[in-house]
C-alpha cells in the first residue's frame, strides 16, 4: 500500500480533490480528520481544510455567515459571502495544492451550497452551479462521501451545542436539506457522489471510507 502512495505522490500527478457532504450532525469533522490521518501514515501529502473558512480571509467571511445576530442577511448576500469565502480557499489554497500533487481533504464544498441555498433556501440550483464553477474554476470534487442521517439524529449529535446562523433554522429546512442531498445523489451518473449510512458507527464508517477511495484510486490508475 506504501508502495502505491508514494508511486501516486512521485509521479506528479494532481492530487484528489474528496469532499465530505451532510447535514448538520452527520459526523463529517470526525471522518476527515481519521480520512487525513490515515492517508498521511500511508506517507501521502494530505491538506484538509474546511467551507466556509480555511484562509484567514475565508474564517472572517465565515464569522460573518454563523454569527447568529446576523438574523436580517438578505438570503442574496449569503449565497455571494459563501462564494466568497469559495472563491479565496480554491484559489488561495486549494487549486495550488492539488496542481503540486497534494491531495485535498473538504469539510465541505460545493454541493453545501446547491443544497442549503439552491435547494432548501429556493435560490435555485441553476444559478449556484453557475457561481460554484466561478469560484472554483470549474473544479468538481473527483469523489463526494454523503454521510447521511436523519435529522433528527443529527439535531441529538448537535445538543449542548451553540447552534450557528444556519442551524438556527426549523427541522423542515434541514428535512429540505438531507432530501437535496440524496436528491444530488440519485441524479448523479458519474459515480462521484457515494452515499454512507453515518447512523454506524464511527470506525465502520471509517473503513467504508478507504475502501471507496482505494476503489477510486485502482479505477483511476487504470483510465
Ligand atoms: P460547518 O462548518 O459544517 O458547521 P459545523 O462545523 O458547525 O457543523 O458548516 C457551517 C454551516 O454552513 C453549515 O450549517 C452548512 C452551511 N453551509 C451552507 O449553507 N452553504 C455552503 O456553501 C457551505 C459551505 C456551508
Keep these: 500500500m506504501l508502495i502505491w502512495a508514494n508511486f501516486w505522490y512521485n509521479a506528479g500527478m494532481r492530487g484528489r480533490l474528496i469532499s465530505f457532504e451532510g447535514i448538520d450532525g452527520a459526523g463529517k ?46 438570503e442574496l448576500t449569503q449565497v455571494l459571502l459563501f462564494q466568497a469565502a469559495r472563491a479565496q480557499i480554491y484559489r488561495e489554497v486549494v487549486l495550488p495544492a492539488l496542481e503540486r500533487g497534494t491531495s485535498v481533504i473538504m469539510d465541505r464544498s460545493r454541493d453545501s451550497s446547491v443544497v442549503y441555498q439552491g435547494i432548501a433556501g429556493g435560490m435555485g440550483r441553476e444559478m449556484i452551479e453557475r457561481l460554484n464553477d466561478v469560484s472554483t474554476r470549474q473544479t468538481i470534487p473527483d469523489i463526494t462521501f454523503l454521510l447521511d442521517v436523519p435529522v433528527k439524529i443529527g439535531k441529538l449529535r448537535r445538543e449542548g451545542e451553540e447552534p450557528d446562523l444556519i442551524e438556527l433554522q426549523k427541522n423542515s429546512f434541514f428535512q429540505k436539506v438531507r432530501r437535496g442531498y440524496l436528491q444530488l445523489y440519485e441524479e448523479d451518473t458519474t459515480g462521484r457522489i457515494k452515499k454512507i449510512d453515518a447512523t454506524k458507527p464511527i470506525a465502520h464508517i471509517a473503513a467504508q471510507i478507504v475502501k471507496l477511495l482505494e476503489e477510486w484510486d485502482s479505477h483511476a490508475a487504470s483510465t
Excluded at 501521502?44 to 446576523?70: F, K, S
Aim: glycine share 8%; hydrophobic share 30%.
Design 29 to 74: 469533522t470526525t471522518q476527515v480528520q481519521l480520512l487525513r490521518d490515515y492517508l498521511q501514515k500511508r506517507g501521502e501529502q494530505v491538506l484538509l481544510t474546511r467551507e466556509p473558512g480555511g484562509t484567514y480571509i475565508a474564517e472572517q467571511i465565515r464569522q460573518i455567515l454563523l454569527d447568529p445576530q446576523n438574523k436580517g442577511m438578505d
